[in-house]
Every structure is written in structure tokens, then in C-alpha cells.
């Protein structure tokens, strides 16, 4: 008796399994990084450049309130700068070292590293 019970339940068993992986592996977007990397005119890495992304020019029509993203980090010895923001963007690229400087802009999306590079001069 008690195998034919364990006959039927194990068909769920195995379902309910297969559900909780699938259910478990399906991709969290829980961010959206940012890699930018600073070149030069010849397009040499450059370490030590200032890199800020920034959002100011966004006004809620409702309450008027004007949105207010800013991060800063500097680049390695790889010439990147690495970000980490919670929800997608549009952000302007400013990276400066010395009297040299480059703009861009960077779309960030939910769940996935976006890479760009930037040329200063």
C-alpha cells in the first residue's frame, strides 16, 4: 500500500521540482551597471580620469520635481569606471583628467552591464 502511494506522489514530486529550478534560474533585474572606459586620441587606456554619470534635466510634469542622479568613480588601471545604479536611465558621461575631457551619453537596462567608451582630448 504504502509503495502505491509513493508511485502516484512521485510524478509531483518531480514537477513541483522542475518548477522551483525553472522558477529559481529565471533572470533577476535587479540593476543595471555600467562599465565606461576613457581613452585618449590614440586610444590608450587612461587611468586616474574622473568619470561621473549624471541625470539633471528630468522634471516630473506632476509635481514638478527635477530628477537628481550623480555618481562619481575613477577609472583604473584599465582606463574603466564602474557604476551601479537600481533602475534604467539614460545618463550624461562626463570624464576629465587634467585639462583633458570627453561627453557621451549611456543607456543603462535592468539586469545587464553596459559598456562605452570615452575619448577625452
Known amino acids: 500500500m504504502q ?3 509513493r508511485t502516484k ?3 509531483f514530486v518531480l514537477l513541483a521540482g522542475i518548477a522551483s529550478g ?3 534560474c529565471k ?3 535587479t540593476g543595471c551597471d555600467a562599465v565606461v572606459t576613457v581613452t585618449d586620441t590614440v586610444g590608450k587606456v587612461v587611468s586616474g580620469a574622473l568619470v561621473i554619470l549624471s541625470q539633471d534635466s528630468v ?3 506632476n509635481t514638478g520635481v527635477k ?3 550623480h555618481q562619481e568613480a575613477t577609472t583604473d588601471g584599465y582606463g574603466q569606471a564602474y557604476f551601479t545604479f537600481d533602475k534604467e ?3 550624461n558621461i562626463e570624464a576629465s583628467k587634467g ?3 570627453g561627453r557621451d551619453y549611456i543607456r543603462l537596462e535592468p539586469g545587464a552591464s553596459v559598456e562605452k567608451t570615452v575619448k577625452i582630448k
Request: glycine share 0%; hydrophobic share 60%.
Open 89 to 91: 536611465a539614460v545618463l
Open 22 to 24: 525553472i522558477i529559481s
Open 3 to 5: 509503495t502505491t502511494i
Open 99 to 101: 585639462v583633458l575631457a
Open 9 to 11: 506522489l512521485l510524478p
Open 59 to 61: 522634471v516630473n510634469p
Open 27 to 29: 533572470k533577476k533585474e
Open 67 to 69: 530628477a537628481s542622479v
